[in-house]
């Protein structure tokens, strides 16, 4: 099995409606995942981070481009694909009339598992997802965080060489989204590999190895969190209030952003103490913080994360 897990070469979708004009959800994305990595599709809703994971996962024919899985082409060669995938859908529910217990280990015995296996798998799938408690009540009576948590436990438990989460956590409580990053990273490092869409900024940067940003149906920059950060121009903001009439000099230190009457400078870490030499000059006080993904976001995309399309 090839080491690259997933190989996307300007794959695009366009949805023609009649009497409407047509809507490009993906305007020519490229991307590629190693084997045992874990990547996110970050962007707000609407950017095409699901269309892209329908496509991957053999359910959505592209426009145009290409996507290959462990060297097999999605559109020509489905049927090698399926069984090397699983997927968890954005807002997915399990089956009403079943239990977790009973979903979890039904859709392992469809995928040819042992019933051995799959038993022991449900029982580790359940206890990670913290949902031992109501493994044998019917989902309808779940909340809709247990239910999530049960749909995320059906899907770790496959162990399948390639895991699409498309918002895996919408509606769990942060203990139980940190229970879903802990089973992803221990799959990663059985050499599963991970590829999740998300428009939670701190997901992202604690679980991803790298990120791609999503916007308009493309792909606007690549990398780890630090590097995307680093986009901004510097790892570190330093903000002195009042600080307005010393906007010219320090533009000189980086990238110059005012809110108000407060000066914001992003900047690296071998600036600083330069900054703060010449903010204690003027008698300003100046704090030093951390860039933010948020920040870095903002500045890439133009807008918030939480500012849907419209």
Not at 201 to 208: G, K, Q, T, V, Y
Not at 215 to 221: A, D, F, H, I, Q
Request: charged residues 25%; contains cysteine.
């Amino acid at each position: 099995m090839t080491e690259e897990a997933l190989r996307a070469v300007d794959v695009r979708k366009t949805y023609h409606t009649r009497g409407a004009p047509a809507v490009e959800a993906l305007r020519g994305v490229s991307l590629s995942l190693r084997k045992g990595e874990r990547i996110s599709l970050l962007g707000r809703n609407g950017a095409g981070k699901t269309t892209f994971l329908r496509i991957a996962s053999t359910l959505l024919v592209p426009t145009s481009g290409t996507v290959e899985v462990f060297g097999h082409d999605v559109v020509g060669h489905p049927e090698q694909v399926r069984p090397l995938v699983a997927v968890v859908p954005q807002e997915g529910k399990p089956f009403f009339h079943l239990t977790p217990r009973e979903q979890i280990y039904a859709y392992l015995r469809a995928r040819g598992i042992d019933r051995e296996s799959a038993r022991a798998r449900v029982d580790e799938a359940l206890a990670q997802m913290g949902i031992q408690e109501v493994a044998d009540r019917l989902s309808i009576t779940l909340s809709g965080g247990q239910k999530q948590r049960a749909m995320v436990a059906t899907i770790i438990a496959t162990e399948a060489p390639l895991l699409f989460l498309d918002e895996p956590t919408i509606g769990m409580d942060p203990f139980a989204r940190r229970g879903v990053w802990d089973s992803l990273r221990r799959l990663t490092n059985k050499g599963c590999t991970v590829l999740l869409t998300t428009h939670y900024l701190d997901e992202a940067e604690a679980l991803s190895q790298r990120l791609y940003v999503v916007e308009g149906g493309r792909v606007l920059v690549e990398g780890t969190a630090d590097a995307i950060k680093q986009q901004v121009g510097g790892t570190l903001k330093v903000s002195i209030p009042n600080g307005a009439a010393l906007r010219e000099e320090l533009s000189t230190f980086g990238q110059i952003v005012s809110d108000g009457g407060t000066v914001y400078v992003i900047t690296g870490p071998e600036r600083i103490n330069e900054i703060m030499s010449l903010a204690m000059k003027d008698r300003l006080a100046a704090t030093v913080g951390p860039v933010t993904l948020e920040e870095a976001f903002l500045q890439i995309v133009g807008r918030s994360i939480d500012q849907d399309e419209g």
